[in-house]
């Protein structure tokens, strides 16, 4: 079974950029999706984005603008970027691994999240 | 924008079967997947694809599927199932789509 590790810094200050790294063990990162969620604290999650280990990547149409997403086979690593975060970017923020087919897309092992505080 | 839309809340006694329906314009034509929260932890997959249930979720998770609304289906709840309740789908472009949740309480 698939284990991912979110890691990064808890606090960012408004108007950085937001960045986390999530790693992949137990299980080759090629030749899946990957996927970053969040959930803002008492509320529902939120899907940012997905990228697949050649690189191709999916954002949600709220966040595109500031997001980006990449991944490192050699690591077993993929990595989120948010710039120009705001109080309201304050969530936990969960890596998952996500089949994808033609039957559909979505998340099967997530990893236990890492809580991102955005505050000066 | 595609929405998913849960009952906030739902309540039941221990042993009693507890349901909980997600509704949405694209569940005709995509899968529902549910996921349980138990507080402070990350979500877990219990049912994908409408109605399979991964390795190691209890078979008194159940779900299914009819036009326009999914059902998570408990039956005989127990205390520790206790936890909040989130359906998940995409939209007509396969867009990822989570419905608000649904707590569920069971005293």
């Known amino acids: 079974q698939v284990r991912l590790q979110e890691s990064g810094p808890g606090l960012v200050e408004p108007s950085e950029t937001l960045s986390l790294t999530c790693t992949v063990s137990g299980g080759s990162i090629s030749p899946y999706y990957w996927s970053w969620i969040r959930q803002p604290p008492g509320k529902g999650l939120e899907w940012i984005g997905y990228?697949?280990?050649?690189?191709?990547?999916n954002y949600n149409p709220s966040l595109k603008s500031r997001v980006t997403i990449s991944i490192n086979t050699s690591k077993n690593q993929f990595s989120l970027k948010l710039n120009s975060v705001t109080a309201a970017d304050s969530a936990v923020y969960y890596c998952?691994?996500?089949?994808?087919?033609?039957?559909?897309?979505?998340?099967?092992?997530w990893g236990q999240g890492i809580p991102v505080t955005v505050s000066s | 924008s595609y929405e998913l839309t849960q009952p906030p809340s739902v309540s039941v006694s221990p042993g009693q079967t507890a349901r909980i329906t997600c509704s949405g314009d694209?569940?005709?034509?995509?899968?529902a997947y549910w996921y349980q929260q138990k507080s402070g932890q990350a979500p877990v997959l219990v049912i994908y694809?409408?109605?399979k249930r991964p390795s190691g979720i209890p078979e008194r998770f159940s779900g299914s599927s009819s036009g326009t609304m999914a059902t998570l289906t408990i039956s005989g709840a127990q205390v520790e199932d206790e936890a909040d309740f989130f359906c998940?789908?995409?939209?007509?472009?396969?867009?990822?789509?989570f419905g608000g949740g649904t707590k569920l309480t069971v005293l």
């Open positions: 694209a569940l005709p034509k995509k899968y």
């Open positions: 990228i697949y280990d050649s690189g191709s990547t």
């Open positions: 694809e409408d109605n």
């Open positions: 998952a691994s996500t089949p994808t087919s033609a039957a559909g897309t979505y998340f099967d092992f």
């Open positions: 998940y789908s995409t939209d007509t472009s396969g867009k990822p789509v």
